[in-house]
């Protein structure tokens, strides 16, 4: 009796290829993994320690080296030292400030002061004034209407209006009485000019 051969499953086929190539692959990966790791290892030792610094698996990522700390403090001391600077500087226009305040209330309490001793001396001039017309207004009326006159007729006409309207009635119809008939009539047109300026009831 004959034997029968047996043939094998293509299941079974398909699992021995898988295994083979499983195997292949994983051989592929350690020979690239040994070859790899001097060349990474190399380019590493090329590179500055800043960028090696800010590699994912450099030594230097987190933790920062001597002369950047020293950057780091050279900085902080710079701004601490401009700080310094501009708040001296701040107190310095303050400090001016302040002063020129003062000076500026001296002067104006000086000038209060001047300008009060200003209106009592115009205050003063004023009085004296109106007394020493008061008192000339006098002298004319008691001297006598000719010689009144004769000094009324030099006098400006608007001068000399002046004091005939300070004057009483008669002293100032005596001195009209003795002066040209042009003096007379400048000085009338003169108080007639006054006195329209009035308000009228």
């Known amino acids: 009796m004959a034997r029968k051969k047996k043939v094998k499953s293509p299941r079974a086929r398909g699992g021995t290829l898988v295994m083979i190539a499983v195997l292949l692959l994983g051989s592929a990966a350690v020979r690239l993994g040994i070859e790899a790791g001097p060349a990474i290892a190399r380019e590493m030792a090329d590179l500055p320690d800043s960028e090696v610094a800010q590699h994912p698996g450099g030594l230097g990522d987190s933790v920062p080296s001597s002369a950047e700390l020293q950057h ?14 501009r708040e001296a500087e701040i107190e310095d226009r303050i ?3 302040e002063i ?10 000086a000038l209060q002061e001047a300008e009060q001793q200003l209106a009592e001396t115009l205050s003063l001039a004023d009085g004296a004034t109106e007394a ?3 008192r000339l207004t006098t002298v004319y009326e008691q001297m006598k209407p000719k010689d009144s006159a004769a000094l009324f007729e030099e006098m400006d006409p608007t001068f000399a209006a002046g004091f005939l309207a300070r004057m009483r009635p008669d002293a100032a119809a005596g001195i009209m009485a003795g002066l040209s008939p042009e003096a007379a009539y400048t000085i009338s047109v003169v108080l007639a000019g006054r ?5 009228k009831e």
């Open 72 to 85: 780091m403090l050279e900085a902080f001391r710079q701004r601490e030292e401009e700080l310094a600077a």
């Open 95 to 97: 400090k001016a400030m």
């Open 100 to 109: 020129a305040d003062r000076a500026i209330k001296q002067k104006l309490a």
């Open 132 to 134: 020493d017309v008061t």
């Open 195 to 199: 006195n329209g300026n009035v308000p």
